[in-house]
């Protein structure tokens, strides 16, 4: 299972918007909407902040925001903090009954 | 409050064994499908095993299948990863991770326990 494709790296000024791509194939990203985004911070477990494609669990701030279309799904972090500033991954189910992981995204908020 | 605690992580030459347990609280354990996700240094994420609620059925990926076993024991709230056969490209923090429910993605992570394979 081949990992889903992310930017290696993305970045923003406080205030602004980001978005994050995460493409896949007709057997993960395409094929269910079971499509999810985590935030780790340097040394930290990750968090999930995104699930099911564009729902965000309690507690987590509605900047942030996901969408799918086709094979590719995307995160897209408004009004850009400094705390922002983190790894992000995407993950989605797959038709072999497994997950799989995209290789993630620096985001830096400049 | 859910917590997650792995343990059982440390130091193993290639060829060797170890087995890596995670205890839960704050939640129905019972309820809920239960995954590995490990982390090679400086890399990222990558899912190892899944178990269903029951401990009924398990799934690998194709790095670790017929090398790991996934298990767990609803009576203690704890999983275990049995790890043999263990490789350089083993390295890494291994996290346990809570399903939500369905396939939605994973909810609550431990804070992951370090396994590091070298001669």
């Known amino acids: 299972q081949s990992a889903l494709t992310q930017p290696a790296s993305v970045s923003g000024s406080p205030g602004q918007s980001i978005t994050i791509s995460c493409t896949g194939t007709s057997s993960d990203v395409g094929g269910y909407n079971h499509v999810s985004w985590y935030q780790q911070h340097p040394g930290k477990a990750p968090k999930l902040m995104i699930y099911?494609?564009?729902n965000r669990p309690s507690g987590v701030s509605s900047r942030f925001s996901g969408s799918k279309s086709g094979n590719t799904a995307s995160l897209t972090i408004s009004g850009l903090q400094a705390e922002d500033e983190a790894d992000y991954y995407c993950?989605?189910?797959?038709?072999?009954?497994?997950?799989?992981f995209g290789g993630g995204t620096k985001l830096t908020v400049l | 409050e859910v917590q997650l605690v792995e343990s059982g992580g440390g130091f193993v030459q290639p060829g060797g064994s170890l087995r890596l347990s995670c205890a839960a609280s704050?939640?129905?354990?019972?309820?809920?499908?239960m995954s590995w996700v490990r982390q090679a240094p400086g890399r990222g994420l990558e899912w190892v095993s899944g178990i269903t609620n029951s401990g009924g059925n398990t799934y690998y990926a194709d790095s670790v299948k017929g090398r790991f076993t996934f298990s767990r024991d609803n009576s203690k709230n704890t999983l275990y990863l049995q790890m043999n056969s263990l490789r350089g490209d083993d390295t890494a923090v291994y996290y346990c991770?809570?399903?939500?429910?369905?396939?939605?993605?994973?909810?609550?992570w431990g804070q992951g326990t370090l396994v590091t394979v070298s001669s």
């Open positions: 993950s989605s189910y797959t038709s072999a009954t497994t997950w799989v």
């Open positions: 099911d494609v564009s």
């Open positions: 991770a809570k399903r939500t429910s369905g396939r939605s993605g994973f909810d609550c």
């Open positions: 704050g939640f129905t354990f019972s309820s809920y499908a």
